[in-house]
């Protein structure tokens, strides 16, 4: 700011002074407008000329597409030529595939019944392949023109075989189980009765035989693992009616034996015509097979006593009681409870006696207890 000079007065008030633009930013903002006229002018002058270089390039673009649209043209054309070439031996081998196709997914639903009713016997099969995981060989064939049949028809091959295994599986385990048990069976005397594959039931016309009405193998083989099946059935089913399980459960301990042992009351050797299980008074008592209570009462020496009667003729008798937990004619199954432990009758202290009698001769129960363990053992 400028002063003036006074004298003898007050100096007077300041005249602010204003500053203009500056030159280099005025010649700049002139210059850049001065540009942006010129562009617009050209692009004016020049707008057809642009008009016709976006349309060529456009053109290009187009031109692109259509070559490519004539590339797949003719390689679609080439494939198909070559389907039409080939196509007696492809459709040959696709409608012998399409039909093994067809067998695999029949063979694989009569595996999925025949493992179900395994699963229910306690048997575990193969794993079995998906079905649903077998290529659609025709609508693949006639589309790509390469059906890759070689290895199509292995994996049908491949599919096939694991079914057949599963069956093979299932069948050998439930013979192998049956001729098992049989034979622990019979080794204590007890029959068992098993369906036999015969020719009783059946009958018809006498009529002449028909090309391609032969029975399927496959069929066949399912109906061999049935009936397999059916027999383990049968024999697993008599291990239940057979008094050759625990007859009470918890704490316990074998305290005699079968057989001539020291009699407790005289001292003199006499025949123990069961087993002595040792246990609190008031411990439950199962029956050892299934069956129907056919006594429930007193017997001399045995006090309180529960005779249940199975198949084949055997009884399982239950002595020294304190309690009764069943009736007459009522009918139990393996590990129901009948009776409670005591020392009832000829006695010395609380304790189950346990027999095993047929023709109201006494066997052994040793013998059914053992083969009771190595059965359950082996159907796991």
Same mark, same amino acid.
């Given at each position: ?13 300041? *005249? ?7 030159? %280099? ?6 210059? %850049? ?7 617009? $002018? ?31 043209? *003719? ?15 492809? !459709?040959?081998?696709?409608?012998? &595939? ?32 998906? %079905? ?18 070689? $290895? ?27 001729? !098992?048990?049989?034979?622990? &069976? ?5 029959? *068992? ?33 049935? $009936? ?104 139990? !199954?393996?590990?129901?409870?009948? $009776? ?41």
């Amino acid at each position: 700011m400028r002063y003036s000079a006074s004298f003898g007065g007050p100096a007077p008030a300041p *005249v602010p002074v204003r500053q203009g633009i500056r030159p %280099a930013l005025f010649y700049g903002m002139f210059a %850049a407008l001065l540009c942006a006229n010129a562009l617009t $002018a050209t692009a004016f002058l020049f707008s057809n000329d642009i008009a016709k270089l976006w349309n060529r390039q456009n053109d290009q673009v187009v031109a692109a597409y259509e070559d490519r649209i004539a590339q797949l043209r *003719v390689e679609v054309d080439r494939l198909h030529s070559r389907s039409y070439a080939q196509a007696g031996d492809i !459709n040959l081998q696709l409608q012998e &595939l399409s039909q093994q196709q067809e067998v695999l997914i029949e063979q694989h639903q009569l595996v999925k019944v025949l493992v179900d009713k395994a699963g229910q016997l306690g048997i575990d099969s193969a794993a079995l392949p998906s %079905a649903s995981g077998a290529p659609a060989i025709a609508p693949l064939a006639m589309n790509s023109g390469n059906a890759e049949i070689d $290895a199509t028809a292995s994996a049908i091959t491949q599919m096939m075989g694991e079914t057949q295994f599963a069956m093979t599986s299932i069948a050998e385990t439930a013979t192998e189980r049956t001729r !098992n048990i049989v034979t622990e &069976l019979s080794g204590l005397g007890i029959r *068992v009765t098993l369906p036999e594959d015969d020719l009783d039931g059946v009958g018809g016309p006498l009529l002449a035989a028909v090309d391609g009405a032969e029975a399927s193998p496959m069929i066949d083989d399912a109906n061999a693992v049935m $009936a397999a099946l059916v027999r383990y059935k049968a024999a697993r089913d008599s291990i239940d009616t057979a008094p050759i399980h625990m007859p009470i459960s918890g704490n316990f301990r074998q305290s005699s034996g079968f057989g001539n042992r020291t009699d407790p009351f005289t001292g003199r050797r006499a025949f123990h015509s069961g087993m002595d299980f040792a246990a609190t008074t008031g411990t439950t008592v199962l029956s050892a097979g299934a069956g129907v209570v056919s006594f429930v009462g007193v017997k001399s020496g045995y006090g309180n006593v529960v005779e249940v009667t199975h198949a084949n003729g055997l009884i399982s008798r239950y002595g020294h009681l304190s309690g009764f937990l069943s009736e007459v004619g009522q009918r139990v !199954n393996t590990g129901t409870p009948i $009776a409670r432990v005591g020392s009832t009758g000829r006695s010395t202290g609380p304790h189950l006696h346990f027999e095993v009698r047929k023709d109201d001769v006494a066997i052994n129960p040793k013998n059914f207890l053992e083969a009771g363990k190595r059965l359950t053992a082996l159907l796991g």
